[in-house]
């Protein structure tokens, strides 16, 4: 109990205080844990000073009502002021339940611990010390089970990966396969292109001669086979020039023929000589009058001649 002071003020606090305390614990023993835990909330405010038994008391009505964070705060500060080795053991005694409804069991096995070391022969804290190991170990269990579980699931994603890593790469290299056979594809084409083309060039060229070949009708026909038959002449002409010189390179005693040719005609080596250069000098203008002629010809003919 509570004594009075001196003072006015004193007394009128002491009173107070008082009065909360026993609405407080009739509220305990009637189970309204909600109108004790205010009530001891105001008397703790009209004195501080109030033995920890109080705050004890305060957080078992947390405790009671549910309200696991604030019975957690009242039961760790009332254990610095505690002198009883009973109360100390109960206010450990809730921080293991405390830690059970967390389903933190190796917390609460450490305050059960703390419990039966103030006072050992506290059967509740020893049961329920009991209890938290058993659920630790099934806890652990359960976490060695998911993780077993869990390695065999890695694996098969660490499969799929790989399998699609190998689906990329020969993807990667499906596409540059497929472009190299569609350059050699052009390439051919362009090949088979190139050879069409020379064919079909060489198939008018070809035409072209033939063409050339055949006999033209009408006026410019027979023009052109007069032309070609005096060409063929003058070629004849050349040809036989071109080998009586030959022939006298490489036959010294056919040019001594000659000779005795012009000996026996009565002719000497320079009649010979003016007489070839006459000859060549009407063959001269025999075929400037033919190119001249053929002009004319054009000009009074029935077309051009190409």
Same mark, same amino acid.
């Given at each position: 109990?509570?004594? &009075?002071?001196?003072?006015?003020?004193?007394?009128?606090?002491?009173?107070?205080?008082?009065?909360?305390?026993?609405?407080?614990? #009739?509220?305990?023993?009637? #189970?309204?844990?909600?109108?004790?835990?205010?009530?001891?909330?105001? =008397?703790?405010?009209?004195?501080?000073?109030?033995?920890?038994?109080?705050?004890?008391?305060?957080?078992?009505?947390?405790?009671? !009502? %549910?309200?696991?964070?604030? =019975?957690?705060?009242?039961?760790?500060?009332?254990? @610095?002021?505690?002198?009883?080795?009973?109360?100390?053991?109960?206010?450990?005694?809730?921080?293991?339940?405390?830690?059970?409804?967390?389903?933190?069991?190796?917390?609460?096995?450490?305050?059960?611990? #703390?419990?039966?070391?103030? +006072?050992?022969?506290?059967?509740? &804290?020893?049961?329920?010390?009991?209890? &938290?190991?058993?659920? @630790?170990?099934?806890?652990?269990?359960?976490?060695?089970?998911?993780?077993? !579980?869990?390695?065999?699931?890695?694996?098969? %994603? @660490?499969?799929?990966?790989?399998?699609?890593?190998?689906?990329? +790469?020969?993807? %990667?290299?499906?596409?540059?396969?497929? @472009?190299?056979?569609?350059?050699?594809?052009?390439?051919?084409?362009?090949?088979?292109?190139?050879?069409?083309? +020379?064919?079909?060039?060489?198939?008018?060229?070809?035409?072209?001669?033939?063409?050339?070949?055949?006999?033209?009708?009408?006026?410019?026909?027979?023009?052109?086979?007069?032309?070609?038959?005096?060409?063929?002449?003058?070629?004849?002409?050349?040809?036989?020039?071109? #080998?009586? !010189?030959?022939?006298?390179?490489?036959?010294?005693?056919?040019?001594?023929?000659?000779?005795?040719?012009?000996?026996?005609?009565?002719? !000497?080596?320079?009649?010979?000589?003016?007489?070839?250069? =006459?000859?060549?000098?009407?063959?001269?203008?025999?075929?400037? +009058?033919?190119?001249?002629?053929?002009?004319?010809?054009?000009?009074? %003919?029935?077309?051009?001649?190409?």
């Amino acid at each position: 109990m509570l004594t &009075a002071t001196a003072s006015g003020d004193g007394f009128n606090t002491i009173a107070k205080t008082n009065s909360l305390l026993k609405k407080a614990e #009739k509220a305990m023993k009637e #189970k309204s844990f909600r109108i004790a835990s205010k009530t001891y909330e105001e =008397a703790l405010k009209e004195n501080p000073d109030l033995p920890a038994q109080t705050r004890l008391n305060l957080a078992h009505a947390y405790f009671e !009502n %549910g309200q696991n964070r604030l =019975a957690q705060k009242n039961y760790l500060s009332s254990l @610095n002021g505690l002198s009883s080795v009973t109360q100390k053991s109960n206010a450990c005694l809730q921080l293991g339940n405390l830690s059970i409804r967390e389903k933190d069991y190796k917390s609460a096995l450490n305050w059960y611990q #703390k419990s039966l070391l103030h +006072q050992p022969d506290n059967t509740t &804290a020893r049961r329920n010390f009991e209890m &938290a190991w058993k659920l @630790n170990k099934e806890k652990e269990e359960e976490n060695e089970k998911e993780k077993k !579980n869990q390695s065999p699931e890695r694996n098969s %994603g @660490n499969e799929n990966q790989q399998n699609q890593q190998q689906k990329d +790469q020969s993807k %990667g290299q499906s596409e540059p396969e497929q @472009n190299k056979s569609n350059r050699n594809q052009n390439g051919k084409g362009r090949d088979s292109s190139q050879q069409e083309n +020379q064919k079909s060039e060489g198939k008018e060229r070809t035409k072209d001669k033939e063409e050339s070949k055949k006999p033209e009708t009408g006026k410019r026909g027979e023009e052109k086979q007069e032309e070609g038959k005096e060409e063929e002449k003058d070629e004849a002409g050349k040809e036989s020039r071109k #080998k009586t !010189n030959e022939s006298r390179e490489e036959d010294p005693d056919s040019y001594r023929m000659d000779k005795k040719k012009l000996k026996e005609s009565g002719l !000497n080596e320079e009649q010979a000589k003016n007489m070839l250069k =006459a000859m060549r000098q009407s063959e001269v203008k025999y075929l400037q +009058q033919r190119q001249f002629k053929g002009k004319n010809n054009t000009k009074s %003919g029935s077309g051009p001649r190409w």
